[in-house]
């Protein structure tokens, strides 16, 4: 979908999600058009780690230290950048309570440090 179409569409789901029957319709359609999957992980922030993405054909396997932390089947198919972030904001669509946005407390500052990327094809 062209990128240009994606905000009017995700102003108009966020206006919808507020009407209970609309609401679920519109987070049920978002959810099936969405390809995005998330894993929590456990890796304390506080020392180094070893992030790997293994993007195939087939699967999508994202290690932390050696560790499967989040496997996908089937990859999406779309050109894919790099992106790497911390932060505490979130975005979450739930059937029981739509789309909300909010920021997490953190306890202390929070930086995010590359010392390596090697990106391979």
């Given at each position: 979908?062209?990128?240009?179409?994606?905000?009017?569409?995700?102003?108009?789901?966020?206006?919808?999600?507020?009407?209970?029957?609309?609401?679920?319709?519109?987070?049920?359609?978002?959810?099936?058009?969405?390809?995005?999957?998330?894993?929590?992980?456990?890796?304390?922030?506080?020392?180094?780690?070893?992030?790997?993405?293994?993007?195939?054909?087939?699967?999508?396997?994202?290690?932390?230290?050696?560790?499967?932390?989040?496997?996908?089947?089937?990859?999406?198919?779309?050109?894919?950048?790099?992106?790497?972030?911390?932060?505490?904001?979130?975005?979450?669509?739930?059937?029981?309570?739509?789309i909300r946005?909010?920021?997490?407390?953190?306890?202390?500052?929070?930086?995010?440090?590359?010392?390596?990327?090697?990106?391979?094809?």
């Amino acid at each position: 979908m062209p990128a240009g179409l994606l905000l009017p569409l995700a102003a108009g789901a966020l206006a919808l999600s507020r009407l209970p029957l609309a609401g679920r319709l519109a987070v049920d359609a978002i959810r099936r058009a969405a390809t995005a999957q998330e894993a929590q992980l456990s890796a304390g922030l506080d020392r180094w780690h070893r992030y790997a993405l293994d993007w195939g054909e087939t699967e999508a396997l994202f290690s932390v230290d050696g560790e499967p932390a989040l496997q996908v089947h089937p990859p999406p198919r779309a050109p894919l950048g790099f992106v790497a972030w911390i932060d505490n904001q979130y975005a979450a669509l739930s059937p029981e309570r739509g789309i909300r946005f909010g920021v997490l407390p953190t306890a202390e500052d929070q930086w995010l440090e590359l010392r390596e990327l090697s990106i391979r094809t």
